[in-house]
């Protein structure tokens, strides 16, 4: 009765005046399991009290538990199945673990591997921005954006919300002719890539230039902080359609589109 049989006690705790009763109390279940019932082996008569009262919820509990003959087994928890596996305990530990984000990230083949690798920060706020780094311990001079001053330095802000982003986002949108959701948070980019309708093709090229004007952005913020002084503000736009031309072009063989076309709108020739 001193092991878990049935809960997540011991009987002996549930029971303790049924454990002192009990002839043997390190018993196993197989040992009071006899021809498909349960067999007791008391020291005395349990007759009226507390005791005979324990007897009669005992039984009541057992009979909730089904008991089969045979041999021993462990039983994994976690998997449905009850058998463990490592491709099984790595998904619950992922569930547990990781955050949820609201949208899914996929890899897209027409930019670099870089880029891909910083959207996949951006989605889940893993950007050292200024608020970032200060929360880490890290003496920053101040948590406000170096690009605009206006607000404190988070993701939403370097991505979306800033003034530099803004009139960016802009421009991006009236140039392939598309409309942004009007949600100002980088989560809000995702959600409007995720619930456009368009050609397979069209809504993989329109996350490629999403993607290249994130990143592009991201350069921009680095280039204010480190005082490079590399990048003008006045030509991020310019930027963002030539390094989003190259990558298209030097990454798929399948879609031709040519500078002048592309500098129109590359959705009109595809
Ligand atoms: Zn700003």
């Not at 919820?57 to 596996?85: A, H, M, N, S």
């Not at 949820?100 to 921005?129: G, Q, Y």
């Not at 990048?231 to 310019?238: C, S």
């Amino acid at each position: 009765m001193s092991f878990n049989w049935a809960g997540d006690y011991a009987l002996a705790e549930v029971y303790p005046c049924l454990a002192v009763l009990d002839v043997d109390i390190g018993c196993k279940v197989a040992d009071k399991w006899s021809d498909g019932g349960w067999r007791w082996n008391w020291r005395r008569q349990v007759e009226g009290g507390v005791s005979a009262g324990q007897v009669v919820e005992l039984g009541i509990k057992l009979t909730e538990e089904r008991c089969v003959e045979g041999l021993d087994f462990w039983y994994w928890q976690i998997d449905p199945d009850g058998k463990f596996t490592v491709a099984g305990t790595r998904n619950w530990i992922d569930e547990k673990v990781l955050p949820s984000a609201m949208c899914s990230t996929k890899w897209c083949s027409w930019v670099p591997k870089k880029v891909n690798i910083f959207v996949w920060r951006v989605l889940w706020k893993r950007l050292p921005t200024q608020l970032a780094l200060k929360a880490r311990g890290i003496g920053v001079e101040s948590v406000l954006c170096p690009t605009c001053s206006d607000e404190e330095e988070t993701v939403n802000h370097v991505i979306s919300s800033c003034s530099v982003a803004s009139s960016i986002w802009d421009l991006v949108t009236r140039w392939l002719q598309v409309t942004r959701n009007l949600g100002t948070g980088s989560d809000s980019l995702f959600q409007w890539l995720e619930g456009e309708r368009m050609t397979v093709d069209k809504k993989k090229l329109l996350e490629a230039i999403v993607w290249s004007t994130m990143w592009v952005l991201w350069r921009f913020r680095n280039d204010k902080v480190h005082e490079a002084n590399l990048m003008r503000k006045d030509t991020l736009f310019d930027f963002i359609q030539d390094v989003s031309f190259c990558w298209f072009n030097s990454r798929q063989k399948k879609l031709r589109i040519s500078w002048v076309d592309w500098l129109q709108n590359p959705f009109y020739f595809m």
